[in-house]
């Protein structure tokens, strides 16, 4: 247009004599450099994050490198906090994007609030920060930790979206300046993820220091493929058994049986590390063999301790529902241990049953519910499954996603939405198991509203078969004389 401008400016003279000849040779160039600082405006600056403005990896590393040279040896200490949102596919999964791009600028904006204005904040992944504090004289772990609880504290606010309130948590790793190994290949961020890492196997809303003690976690690629083949073979992957309790009695109404990679070096693997790579080699059928058998192992010795648990589930993933061979393996393996098959529950996805499954995957599941397995619905919320599809492929029990029960005793809307799930499990005959229960106010919220079961980290965490007996005969001891807790009608 600039080119433009002499030809412009003798045709406004010709038609319109001096005084157009004038308003377009000053104004034209005017409104185009108000364009053009408009433009530059709008546009994300180099290096930065488009949704938050935020630093993003490539330059924040540099920056971390400069803070660990220029801290080597002159008495000044600085720490790297590294946050992630927690269970973010769900979020996006039950909410959809626009409402993971709130939660991110919220997320951001309440950091900010909390750090000092010369900290560097950046943004390291869709769901994931990173915070290097600006060196100083004093800065231990405990000041780490106090800081890191804030944020925490901060973050979890409800976040108001369409009318109603979202509720996320969040994981934090930390590792202080010094506690970076000497000589150690691995650089200050990543001894900050790995500890985050650790954080996130522990469970939703942890706090990790990274220490002596921490390992860095296996790399992704054909090493890591390896290794969790391996680990496999060698029975290092272990079932972990997660409990379930009835509403109405309070007593142990099942477990669900969790993969758990203890590696002797690296330590706990995180399940969303390894059973990506173990997909990818396609051993996910061995893998659910391998949990079918942990799981019929575990009931016969509950039983022989004289221990009432009534049933076991086991995740099966669309690659393993795909086996032709599947139903007449598990009926196999229940003959084998001279068990009924209502003591296997088969936990499917919502996902699988809503995207139109292929014909082996849809008779494999019809089939092990007429066998007389459980079938249980997982994460039920997120994957818009129809009523057909309940009723098509016999399921028994649906579970509610642990975004709809996360801090559901403080939001109406939520249990508007919990309310309204249990009616329609109750007009089509089906249990109810809500996911996620960290909490007493929520267990009892559920419990009023008429759900069946419930499950999470405040019934009680993952563990090992061995310490699974304990925790049975405890639990059991707490329920003398425990009154029953009523309902509300819905």
């Given amino acids: 247009m600039l080119a433009f401008l002499p030809a412009m400016t003798l045709g406004a003279f010709w038609f319109g004599g001096e005084r157009a000849l004038m308003m377009v040779a000053l104004g034209l160039p005017v409104a185009l450099a108000l364009l053009g600082s408009f433009t530059r405006a709008t546009r994300p600056a180099p290096g930065r994050d488009g949704l938050t403005g935020l630093m993003v990896a490539p330059g924040f590393d540099s920056h971390v490198k400069d803070v660990f040279a220029r801290t080597e040896d002159c008495g000044l200490k600085s720490a790297l906090l590294v946050i992630e949102i ?23 904006e309440r950091i900010g609030a909390v750090v000092r204005h010369r900290d560097t904040v ?15 004289m004093q800065l231990d772990l405990e000041l780490c930790i106090q800081l890191a609880g804030r944020l925490q ?17 969040c994981s934090i790793g930390i590792c202080q300046r010094h506690r970076v190994p000497k000589g150690a290949t691995s650089s200050w961020l990543d001894c900050a993820v790995a500890a985050l890492d650790e954080a996130l196997s522990v469970g939703p809303s942890s706090i990790r220091a990274f220490s002596s003690d921490t390992h860095i ?17 060698s029975g290092m992957i272990q079932a972990w058994f997660q409990p379930q309790l009835s509403t109405d009695t309070g007593r142990v109404s099942g477990f669900e049986a969790l993969a758990r990679w203890f590696h002797p070096v690296q330590g706990m693997i995180a399940p969303s590390v390894f059973l990506p790579a173990l997909e990818e080699a396609g051993l996910l059928p ?38 032709p061979a599947l139903v007449n393996r598990i009926r196999w393996e229940l003959d084998r241990f001279g068990l009924t098959p209502d003591r296997l529950t088969i936990e499917v996805l919502e996902t699988v049953v809503t995207d139109q499954p292929d014909e082996v995957v849809a008779r494999n599941i019809t089939a092990l519910g007429e066998m007389g397995c459980q079938i249980d619905l997982d994460d039920f919320g997120t994957g818009h499954a129809s009523i057909a599809s309940v009723r098509r492929f016999r399921v028994s029990r649906i579970k509610i996603d642990r975004s709809f029960v996360t801090k559901a005793d403080h939001d109406p ?16 005959e089906l249990k109810t198991l809500g996911e996620g229960v960290e909490t007493a106010g929520e267990h009892a919220l559920l419990a009023q ?41 819905h």
Wanted: charged residues 25%.
């Fill in 449 to 489: 509203l008429g759900c069946d079961h419930v499950q999470g980290f405040g019934i009680g965490r993952p563990m090992p078969f061995d310490q699974t007996l304990d925790w049975v005969v405890a639990h059991e001891a707490k329920l003398q004389d425990a009154p029953v807790i009523g309902r509300q009608s």
């Fill in 122 to 136: 950046a943004r390291l992944d869709r769901n994931r920060f990173a915070i290097c504090l600006t060196p100083i």
């Fill in 217 to 233: 976690h296996l790399n992704h690629g054909d090493t890591l493929k390896e290794e969790a083949a391996q680990a496999l073979e």
């Fill in 286 to 323: 061995k893998l659910s063999q391998q949990m079918v058998q942990q799981a019929l192992i575990a009931i016969k010795s509950w039983d022989a301790a004289d221990l009432d648990v009534p049933s076991v589930g086991v995740n099966f993933a669309t690659d393993e529902l795909r086996d």
């Fill in 413 to 428: 809307e939520q249990q508007k939405l919990i309310a309204a799930i249990l009616t329609m499990a109750e007009r089509l």
């Fill in 153 to 169: 504290l901060r973050i979890e606010e409800p976040v108001p979206f369409d009318g109603s309130s979202l509720f996320v948590s």
């Fill in 86 to 108: 927690d269970d973010y596919d769900e979020l996006l999964a039950a909410h959809g994007q626009d409402a993971g791009d709130v939660v991110v600028q919220r997320v951001v």
